[in-house]
């Protein structure tokens, strides 16, 4: 078991997350193309020479999904009932292909589930920098965490 229980989480504590990963075009098509999403933005490398960006950007739902993904494995592994959402979704910079993204997690919210004495809620706040340290992705995840079991 690797993600924290509920009762060794702390607001404020951060995490920083040891995976890095590169974001390759490959990455990107075969999403984009899983997801039966056709915008030019992620597929028509042309069309994108004569945008603000001048190449294709990487899909922001991918983004989304790596970012969660890799703290995953540090937060909840092994400890999460169930993820109850996401909030405060942001991509203030592009992604492109190439570029290697690394996730920062805080806690930032905790509370007593009322329904379930064996858990609790947390928020995490989810954040994906470049190599240049540019912010690319955020985002705010609620989910129901389970508490440390009694011995006995």
Not at 1 to 28: K, L, S
Not at 48 to 60: A, C, D, L, Q, Y
Not at 83 to 93: H, I, Y
Not at 101 to 111: G, K, W
């Amino acid at each position: 078991m690797a993600g924290i229980w509920f009762d060794d989480m702390e607001v404020g504590q951060v995490i920083d997350h040891p995976i890095r990963r590169t974001v390759t075009e490959t990455d990107n098509v075969m999403f984009t193309c899983m997801t039966h999403n056709p915008a030019q933005l992620h597929l028509d490398e042309e069309y994108m020479k004569g945008t603000e960006f001048g190449t294709r950007i990487v899909n922001s739902c991918f983004t989304l999904s790596v970012m969660v993904g890799i703290s995953v494995n540090d937060t909840t592994l092994g400890t999460a009932v169930a993820n109850l959402g996401w909030d405060e979704v942001r991509f203030p910079k592009p992604l492109f292909h190439g570029d290697t993204i690394n996730i920062q997690t805080e806690i930032v919210a905790l509370r007593e589930s009322k329904s379930r004495p064996e858990a609790g809620i947390v928020t995490f706040e989810h954040r994906a920098f470049n190599q240049h340290g540019d912010l690319v992705a955020s985002c705010k995840r609620s989910g129901l965490q389970r508490k440390r079991p009694v011995d006995g």
